[in-house]
């Protein structure tokens, strides 16, 4: 394979999604206590009441629940009966995306201990240069192929499947122009972990190495931010 290029991260958002099981809406009858137990788990992280609210004009039961935002750290939560989701657009310094979750997870089980973890979804979207004078459509064009007489003026993008192995239950990789940042490379990593496997506190390190080994598979070596702790 040619040398890998350069890919200089200039943006990483992060998403994560921890699957619960049994799905309960008996999640819901505890609100008082996930409320009480989530301000005073969140409040090292500077949450105060005026951070959390209840979510119950939703388009369906799934979606009620709990949503808190962490301003100290720009990390928007929720608690739903079957998940507990965290995104951020700018991930914070060192472990403290994976402290919040875990501390989420902790509350979740305080007020309602039957409930076990199954697995994490992890979504790594990155805007990015390349470097070595390659443009974005040059790359494209590498995974992207069409007859001649068709050939587009334009890149949408492209998605692949990646098969699973151990405890890498499923993921994928898109790629397309990025539409924030004029020139670059867009890529979109989501990765699914067997949490029998993988613990909260290793997630979001297992995920980033599943990253950088899809990156590499496409010629791609990032450089720059990461979604955790060195």
Known sequence: MADKIGFIVLQMELSYQAHLTPPSFRLLTHESRLLDGLLAGMAQFGVTPGDIRLDTAVPSL??????????????????RPDRIEASCVKIP??????????????????????????????????????EGGVSCADFLRRYITCPPELEPTSFRGAIYQLPG????LSSSFEIQPSLIHPGALWTRFV?????????????LVAAEAYYRKAANAFGLEAKGAAAHAS
């Open 62 to 79: 799934a979606e009620a629940g709990i949503t808190c935002f962490v301003h100290k750290n720009g990390v928007l939560l929720k608690i």
């Open 93 to 130: 310094e060192g472990d403290v995306f994976s402290r919040i979750i875990r501390q989420t997870y902790a509350v979740v089980r305080e007020a309602h201990p039957s409930v076990k973890l199954h697995s994490h979804t992890i979504a790594l979207p990155v805007h990015g240069n390349l």
């Open 165 to 168: 192995e151990e405890e890498r």
């Open 191 to 203: 990765v699914t972990l067997d949490a029998q496997q993988v613990t909260s506190e290793k997630a």
